[in-house]
């Protein structure tokens, strides 16, 4: 069945109005992989609504979710500053997180967390005297 790229690029922008980027995304993988420039021109909105969904999880107190939308949102590799602002305020938050268990004398917490914000290819300057 042929699909046009017009209408999946209209499917897309829907998409990201309602809120739900990974419907987008679903949605225009097959056409970046094929290359198409169109489809490719769209991935930053569509990075865009994985960054708004990021900070709306932020401000919910939900760091997980808000780590899971923007690790979504840079593998699309699009050059966006906004996703390099929201990356530095999720490691801020964690390296809060560490100091926080490193006070109330939860060593194991700090470990943990300091992993996870590893595992994410996260960097603060605190990290040094974390480990």
Same mark, same amino acid.
């Given at each position: 069945m042929f699909v046009s790229l017009w209408l999946i690029t209209r499917q897309v922008r829907q998409a990201l109005r309602r809120?739900?980027?990974d419907t987008a995304q679903k949605l225009l993988a097959p056409f970046v992989q094929h290359g198409y420039r169109k489809a490719t021109a769209v991935l930053p909105e569509v990075a865009r609504g994985f960054r708004l969904r990021a900070e709306r999880h932020l401000r919910n107190d939900d760091p997980e979710a808000a780590w899971k939308d923007l690790l @979504? @949102?840079?593998? =699309?590799n699009t050059p966006l500053p906004e996703l390099d602002h929201l990356r530095t305020t999720l490691v801020k938050l964690g390296v809060a997180e560490c100091r926080a268990a490193l006070i109330a004398g939860h060593p194991l917490r700090v470990i943990e @967390?300091? @992993?996870r914000l590893r595992?994410? =290819?996260?960097f603060h300057p605190d990290f040094a005297w974390l480990e």
């Amino acid at each position: 069945m042929f699909v046009s790229l017009w209408l999946i690029t209209r499917q897309v922008r829907q998409a990201l109005r309602r809120g739900d980027p990974d419907t987008a995304q679903k949605l225009l993988a097959p056409f970046v992989q094929h290359g198409y420039r169109k489809a490719t021109a769209v991935l930053p909105e569509v990075a865009r609504g994985f960054r708004l969904r990021a900070e709306r999880h932020l401000r919910n107190d939900d760091p997980e979710a808000a780590w899971k939308d923007l690790l @979504a @949102a840079e593998s =699309l590799n699009t050059p966006l500053p906004e996703l390099d602002h929201l990356r530095t305020t999720l490691v801020k938050l964690g390296v809060a997180e560490c100091r926080a268990a490193l006070i109330a004398g939860h060593p194991l917490r700090v470990i943990e @967390a300091h @992993a996870r914000l590893r595992q994410r =290819l996260a960097f603060h300057p605190d990290f040094a005297w974390l480990e």
